[in-house]
């Protein structure tokens, strides 16, 4: 199962002055994609939890968020989705850090979607693989993105060092999902990955795999 997803135009990096970063309400941004992985999101609450608010901040500072801003204000995220969505779900007024990627001059949902498509910056495959979907269906909030287990297992054997990480290629853990998700695996959720992982270690490991960003062997 081939991923076929956009040309992708490369983020630009956060600003050395730490101090021009904004501060962010996260349940206003707007999500660019339709999906995530629960283990991972269960992984960072653990994270969280562990911290103190100073500790968190001093963290989500390292961490900003890229940011599209549209003319009245309203933010879309291009990437920490599962760091946010974690961090949400435990504290509904958390705030982040956050820097303006592209500022557009327009206020209309379709026309900040269409400037994100454009760039690549739209993950439009849903919790079960399929799709591409209209940009229309993305969810207003963090809190309404699906889960894809395939994505909870990518992140997993990335978290094994079975895969390699790949920043600058776009959804890299999706393309993996998509892959692992042609073959034949066990039943398995986010919450219950172990059926799944032997397999998907061999498989990961395979040179089927080979063409995928990430190979180790």
């Given at each position: ?5 956009p ?37 960072r ?6 911290e ?57 949902p ?59 290629i776009p ?5 993996w ?22 397999a ?6 395979s040179?089927?795999?080979r ?7």
């Amino acid at each position: 199962m081939a991923l076929h997803l956009p040309p992708y135009q490369p983020l630009p990096a956060p600003p050395d002055d730490p101090d021009s970063l904004l501060e962010v309400t996260v349940a206003e941004l707007r999500p660019t994609q339709l999906c995530i992985g629960l283990a991972e999101i269960r992984h960072r609450q653990a994270d969280f939890a562990g911290e103190s608010r100073k500790e968190r901040r001093r963290y989500l500072r390292r961490k900003p968020v890229p940011l599209v801003r549209a003319r009245s204000g309203a933010l879309w995220m291009v990437d920490r989705h599962h760091r946010l969505r974690g961090l949400l779900e435990i504290d509904p007024d958390a705030e982040a850090f956050g820097y303006v990627v592209l500022q557009l001059t327009s206020d209309h949902p379709r026309v900040v979607l269409e400037a994100l498509a454009q760039r690549g910056w739209l993950y439009l495959h849903d919790g079960r693989g399929q799709g591409p979907w209209p940009p229309e269906r993305l969810p207003r909030t963090l809190l309404g993105l699906e889960d894809d287990p395939y994505r909870s297992l990518v992140w997993k054997l990335k978290q094994e060092k079975v895969i390699e990480a790949a920043p600058l290629i776009p959804f890299h853990e999706f393309r993996w999902g998509a892959w692992l998700r042609s073959r034949c695996l066990p039943p398995f959720s986010s919450l219950c990955l172990e059926p799944a992982l032997p397999a998907a270690r061999a498989l990961a490991r395979s040179t089927a795999a080979r063409r995928l960003a990430g190979w180790k062997g």
